[in-house]
């Protein structure tokens, strides 16, 4: 668990070193013809205790939806550290899609990125990129600095950020998923809502006494998984489909817990008839995807879904919603 002096100085730190643009990208970058441009400094000079300071100024890429939580972080930051601006580049600018984020990303999304920030949100980046040589290798300036310690971030969080002894960012928050449940739908029902360490035992009961049906029609269903991604459910159930531990990692698709546990995700669909079965998204004319199963939860026909913890508060000014972890 990280000290609560480290997760106050954290946003600020990740904010300069989450992904530091490398001015010596490979061929392939190169064969775009984009230049990955170096930072400049400004020639604006701040007061700083009556002498003047250059100021340097770091574009920093995220995406519209973004700002707001970023705004007062790098405002604090400024203020601690008045040589350097933060400039916010948007990434919907720099591809040239909607505001809202829609439209077909180019295949070299990547490059055009990195040509325009010096410091970029890790959604949009990958570690691919970092083997291509477009991120600056962040160990040696952590090996350094007095106040880093890879002691205050969850067990393998930061690791996922390592490739072949270099660090290619530094991981600034940590993304969930959880159960959301329609109080609504468990208060009509007189059933309690879930809590912290009920089981999958539950849950199927719960799915089932809420699933309602009009003739052949389901008016309400127990669970509805908005998107397609059945190895989500798969491994909450019975764990890691794949074995990490192992110098070469291995698959474990005929293991007989792994079956089991398709057999019963599958059984919520074919044989219990608590779940919806939706086929994976696509895009459609504008290039935008829709969860296939958000019409369910908008219309209030899903007693439970699973969904990012970020969506709570959205989902809360919708309607009279709860959360809770995964059954056990």
């Not at 064969?31 to 009556?50: H, Y």
């Not at 999304?109 to 477009?134: F, K, M, R």
């Not at 208060?187 to 006494?209: H, N, Q, R, V």
């Not at 939860?297 to 919708?318: H, L, T, V, Y």
Request: hydrophobic share 40%; with cysteine.
């Amino acid at each position: 668990m990280p000290h609560f002096s480290m997760k106050i100085k954290l946003p600020f730190f990740a904010l300069l070193t989450i992904l530091l643009i490398a001015c010596n990208a490979n061929e392939n970058a190169q064969s775009t013809q984009l230049t990955i441009a170096e930072k400049q400094a400004t020639n604006s000079v701040i007061p700083d205790e009556g002498r003047l300071v250059e100021r340097n100024t770091l574009r920093f890429v995220i995406s519209n939806w973004e700002q707001n939580q970023y705004q007062a972080l790098i405002e604090e930051f400024e203020q601690e550290n008045p040589d350097i601006e933060i400039q916010l580049v948007y990434i919907e600018d720099i591809l040239k899609l909607e505001p809202s984020g829609t439209g077909n990303w180019p295949e070299d999304a990547a490059y055009q990125i990195v040509s325009e920030a010096d410091v970029i949100n890790t959604d949009l980046i990958g570690p691919a990129h970092a083997e291509q040589g477009l991120l600056l290798d962040l160990q040696p300036l952590l090996d350094t600095d007095t106040i880093f310690n890879s002691d205050d971030f969850y067990p393998g969080l930061l690791q996922y950020f390592q490739l072949k002894g270099m660090t290619w960012a530094i991981p600034n928050r940590v993304q969930f998923t959880l159960f959301f449940f329609n109080k609504d739908a468990f208060d009509i029902a007189e059933i309690d809502y879930p809590e912290p360490g009920w089981t999958w035992d539950e849950f199927l009961s719960y799915a089932k006494k809420l699933t309602l049906t009009n003739g052949a029609e389901t008016t309400q269903w127990g669970f509805v998984q908005p998107y397609f991604d059945p190895a989500m459910l798969i491994q909450a159930y019975n764990g890691p489909m794949f074995n990490l531990a192992d110098i070469q990692t291995t698959a474990s698709l005929n293991h007989p817990d792994l079956i089991e546990a398709v057999r019963w995700i599958t059984n919520l669909h074919l044989f219990h008839h608590v779940a919806p079965y939706l086929p994976p998204a696509e895009p459609n004319e504008q290039g935008e995807l829709f969860s296939p199963g958000g019409e369910f939860i908008d219309n209030g026909k899903a007693a439970m879904w699973i969904g990012p913890a970020f969506s709570w508060e959205w989902r809360k000014s919708q309607g009279n919603v709860g959360v809770v972890p995964f059954p056990i």
